[in-house]
């Protein structure tokens, strides 16, 4: 039991007399890669907020490492190697894309208002320290060539791949992905797997990702977990759930559950549901 | 034509200068600004003081408003609360200035974390209203403990006596001021190139990725207002010793509208664009000054009988003018020509 990275158990959130997470458990393992995959207002984002620590659990528990997170405030889940990125852009866009890989760096530093001021002694090693590993991950993710732009004034995928790089600057153990390659093109999107690929096998980090691009999903995903209207429906090897009848419904309907098959899935996927 | 400086290695990175050229500018800038009292007369050196006193309050604001995105109109209750401190211990307890000036910045720091503590659940207008109220709060405080403030009459400040050296002349003010003004740049832009500065400017930009970089946003919010007011403090204390003279009169409320207008001239968020609006908005009346004498010695006198009504006539003006046609404010005007400058013949 105590082997999972990530645990969620009997997870539930509502919001007034909605639930948006009901009864959801979920592991990631060390090294994992695991999609969540639902229809518009399944929550997904709901369920990654959870685990994020931007909003608490209505009940159920989360552990990181066996370490329970109900107790830990909302500003220390990343010290527990949870690093995220956001569905839509949540970057620090009047900041560099140097200074917001080292925002990530914050919670490794300890550089008080005073040693600031002075810049003096750790502040300064600490400084140094910080951008060197900065400059790592900006080679990792090949965007050296825009390191000193100002964030705001870059592409869309560009900002996508600061983001990336900043939820890695923190040193995450475990990495949530919200729809990272939602309105790229497939050469970006091409990019956007390898990284993760590479994130795993040179990183060793595991990866929970919400994804609606089925290609991506069914490629690089070692396991799939289906939520609709809060509720897990299945999850599984990729193929096990895009053929899940449960999972064709969803996503397509009753009548076509009962015909369509895994077909029907694929084609839905290349529709970039 | 220049295309850049190339940088090596990670400390020329943080370095506070981006190349020689710029570090001569400085040296340069700092030689015309040091050898003023040789070349100007007594009423442009008090107008020098007057802007560097300023614009020491300007780059405390900029901490708060500026970079954690937090607007305060409290400027003016913190300067009032240091310029208290200031007189009090010095005047009427006889401690020596520069403990004085120290009490300056801690009385106001300290105050600041009761002000603050409502910016941890409002934002924006909100919170302006709330620390629209310390001003007022803060001068009724005055007013009943008159036993220790000298209530209306207000306190006599003279001029510091630090190590043995008077600063009587008003060349030494200057000195002194500029000291002040020297450090509050300095050590505000070691502040903005560490991990505090950017803690932050990403409470501003983005608080909930902020939170989840591990910010813990209640106390980084009330950092920012003790760093910030700790300044506006100092440069109180100064404006006191300025006056010569510390009443709750000496400090209207008008002060605070002109820290914000300051910050929005000068372009927010930006140490420089707070110096530069600091040098514009009090710079603005003389200038208004001299363009009024050609209209006749009647409208002349409307400035310096209702120089208040004026000023804040003016800087509601300056603010509106700033905001639809120059957001980014004096800095922004810079870049703009810089940039001009250097792609020039090209349009981009």
Excluded at chain 1, 212 to 217: A, G, I, R, S
Excluded at chain 2, 264 to 292: D, K
Aim: proline letters at 3%; a neutral charge.
């Amino acid at each position: 039991m105590s082997g999972h990275l990530l645990q969620l158990k009997n997870v539930t959130r509502t919001f007034g007399g909605i639930t948006a997470v009901n009864d959801v458990s979920l592991h990631v393992d060390p090294g994992e890669i695991v999609s969540v995959i639902g229809p518009n207002g399944a929550g997904k984002t709901t369920l990654f907020n959870l685990t994020s620590g931007v909003m608490p659990v209505s009940s159920g528990r989360i552990l990181i490492n066996g370490t329970d997170l109900s107790k830990v405030p909302p500003h220390q889940f990343v010290t527990h190697g949870i690093g995220r990125t956001f569905q839509n852009l949540a970057l620090f866009k009047h900041g560099t894309v140097v200074e917001n890989l080292l925002v990530g760096r914050h919670w490794r530093m300890k550089t008080s208002v005073l040693d600031a001021v002075l810049h003096f002694g750790r502040a300064r090693r600490e400084e140094i320290e910080a951008r060197e590993r900065v400059e790592e991950i900006i080679e990792f993710l090949e965007i050296e060539a825009i390191r000193d732009h100002v964030v705001g004034t870059l592409s869309y995928g560009q900002q996508k791949r600061v983001e990336l790089g900043r939820a890695l600057a923190t040193d995450p153990k475990i990495l949530l992905l919200d729809e990272i390659v939602a309105g790229m093109n497939q050469e970006e999107t091409e990019d956007i797997a390898r990284f993760i690929l590479d994130i795993r096998a040179e990183l060793g980090i595991a990866i929970l990702l919400i994804e609606h691009d089925m290609h991506l999903v069914m490629d690089i995903s070692d396991r799939v977990h289906a939520l609709n209207f809060g509720t897990t429906l299945t999850e599984g090897r990729p193929e096990e759930v895009r053929s899940h009848p449960k999972v064709i419904e969803a996503y397509l309907g009753a009548r076509a559950a009962r015909g369509g098959g895994s077909g029907a899935v694929a084609a839905a996927g290349s529709g970039g549901l | 034509m220049r295309s850049g400086f190339f940088k090596e290695t990670i400390v020329e990175h943080i370095h506070l200068t981006d190349s020689r050229l710029q570090r001569a500018w400085i040296l340069i800038g700092l030689a015309v600004l040091l050898t003023a009292p040789l070349w100007l007369n007594f009423y442009g050196l008090s107008l020098v003081t007057l802007m560097m006193i300023t614009a020491i309050g300007a780059i405390g604001l900029n901490i708060l408003t500026g970079w954690t995105g937090l607007i305060s109109l409290g400027q003016t209750a913190f300067m009032v609360l240091g310029a208290y401190a200031y007189a009090i211990s010095t005047e009427t307890w006889g401690w020596p200035p520069l403990l004085g000036f120290a009490l300056a910045g801690i009385v106001p720091m300290l105050a600041s974390v009761l002000i603050g503590i409502p910016s941890l659940r409002l934002t924006g207008l909100y919170l302006a209203i709330t620390t629209l109220a310390s001003s007022f709060i803060v001068n009724h405080l005055v007013l009943e403990f008159d036993g220790l403030t000298n209530g209306s009459s207000g306190i006599f400040v003279n001029r510091p006596v630090i190590f043995g050296y008077a600063f009587n002349s008003d060349a030494s003010l200057f000195y002194l001021v500029a000291g002040f003004g020297i450090l509050a740049i300095l050590l505000s832009l070691n502040l903005r190139r560490s991990r505090v500065g950017r803690a932050f400017f990403a409470i501003r930009d983005n608080d909930n990725a902020a939170r989840v970089m591990g910010i813990n946003l209640s106390a980084w919010k009330i950092y920012a207002f003790m760093v910030s007011s700790f300044v506006v403090g100092i440069c109180g204390a100064l404006y006191g010793i300025f006056l010569s003279f510390v009443t709750v009169d000496g400090f209207p409320f008008l002060l605070s509208i002109e820290a914000l207008a300051i910050l929005i001239v000068g372009g927010i968020g930006s140490i420089a664009g707070a110096v530069l609006g600091a040098i514009f908005l009090v710079g603005l009346p003389e200038l208004l000054g001299m363009v009024f004498s050609f209209f006749g010695p009647e409208v002349q006198s409307l400035l310096a009988t209702s120089a208040h009504e004026v000023k804040g006539v003016l800087y509601g003006l300056i603010i509106i003018f700033f905001l639809r046609l120059q957001p980014h404010g004096l800095m922004g005007l810079w870049s703009d020509l810089k940039r001009a400058w250097t792609i020039w013949p090209l349009r981009y």
